[in-house]
């Protein structure tokens, strides 16, 4: 059974299109992530949720925006697809706020043409 | 300058060498320090996680803390072609903040 599930695990897609990713664990932690990880293979942490609480908004454009139903869920929302929002999204979740032990899933790769 | 200076690599060693990966930080209020594995087309796993200076070991892996020199060590011993991956440092001043992450290095293991 998989403990951090992302779908879809690849969208290629228009520029200017809207896409959504979703995310969903089993592991009953409160807090989740959205991570970005460009070609380089560099993590930058974009969202992070504290039992549907937003705790950490990095500077990310707002074409992004997260949304957590409850706290096994974590959604994201891209508007407007631009080529630098190529890269692969990694959802991540924590049983603490911080620098706890992180679960990913096995990402999201997003390609935009 | 960057808080976590990693490098990129890729490192080739072949089968059955000790493998060292390292990471520099800048920040001396760092005290968690930990290592994820990444292989291709997967997501990050948790290697090890150390507390402030020292040593741990888990099997063939070593991680060292060396806070006055603010340098970290990844130590694969009897090194396998299953160890090929991307390995990456990420650190953090406390439990409750983010990790700072290294750009990770890829290592490669020639059978």
């Known amino acids: 059974d998989t403990a951090v599930s992302q779908t879809p695990k690849y969208l290629v897609t228009q520029m200017g299109n809207d896409k959504s990713i979703k995310c969903e664990q089993n592991?009953?932690?409160?807090?989740m992530y959205w991570y970005k990880q460009d070609s380089k293979k560099f993590l930058k942490i974009m969202f992070s949720?504290?039992?549907?609480?937003?705790?950490i908004n990095e500077t990310v454009p707002n074409r992004f925006s997260p949304k957590s139903p409850d706290k096994a869920h974590l959604n994201l929302h891209i508007n407007s697809l631009e080529l630098g929002d190529s890269a692969v999204y990694f959802c991540?979740?924590?049983?603490?706020?911080?620098?706890?032990?992180?679960?990913f899933g096995e990402g999201s790769r997003l390609t935009v043409l | 300058q960057k808080e976590v200076e990693q490098d990129p690599g890729p490192l080739s060693v072949p089968e059955g060498a000790i493998v060292s990966l390292n990471c520099t930080y800048s920040?001396?209020?760092?005290?968690?320090f930990m290592w994820y594995r990444q292989y291709s087309r997967k997501g990050p796993e948790l290697l090890m996680y150390?507390?402030s200076s020292g040593n741990k070991e888990d099997g063939r892996f070593t991680a060292q803390v060396d806070k006055s020199s603010k340098y970290i060590s990844l130590f694969i011993r009897d090194s396998q072609p299953s160890d090929s991956a991307t390995y990456l440092c990420?650190?953090?001043?406390?439990?409750?903040?983010?990790?700072?992450w290294g750009a990770g290095t890829k290592l490669i293991i020639k059978p």
């Open positions: 949720y504290n039992n549907k609480e937003l705790i």
């Open positions: 920040n001396s209020a760092f005290q968690y």
């Open positions: 150390t507390y």
């Open positions: 990420g650190m953090s001043e406390d439990s409750n903040y983010q990790l700072i």
């Open positions: 991540a979740s924590s049983p603490l706020r911080g620098a706890g032990e992180l679960f």
């Open positions: 592991l009953g932690h409160d807090t």
